[in-house]
């Protein structure tokens, strides 16, 4: 599962020329779902856009979370993040899940955001939306639950430059 969010002042979604979601100060998510995604990619992710610190507090440093803010959240299922354009001139989306196992992790995705407490509009799954906001910092941010089994990066013990080491 991969979420691309950006923190905005306000953000917004229309169908059809119809407005159908609209939050002030809090997070747009974008989220696609890939073939093998489960409820451990849900968990995980949710979990991160919960208690990221992306959000500041008195100083100008990222030291709150949506939960200690009281971010609103406007997610909407956007499956061209597994778009692959390596190769050729139009994207394949392969990786994507087919429509009914995404909206259904979509939608599971959206209900664990919804336990917190926190506002959380949506746009409609599968449907031709345009998207407005405002990005706020700006801050923007792309989230992959396939990092989750990834080891951190370590912080380099040795000389970097070999001409320099004793």
Known sequence: MRILLQRV????VSVQGLEVGRI???LLV???VARE???EDIRYLSDKLLNLRIFSGDSDRFDRSALDTGAEFLVISQFTLYGNA????RPDFTEAAVPADAERLYDQFVDTLRTSGLPVKTGRFGEYMQVEMLNDGPVTLMLDSAERSRPRRTKQTSNPDPENSP
Do not use: E, I, T, Y
Request: a positive charge; charged letters at 30%; hydrophobic letters at 25%.
């Open 9 to 12: 002042a306000h953000a917004s």
């Open 24 to 26: 002030g100060k809090g």
């Open 30 to 32: 974008l989220v696609g």
């Open 37 to 39: 995604d489960s409820q």
């Open 86 to 89: 390596r190769k050729g001139r």
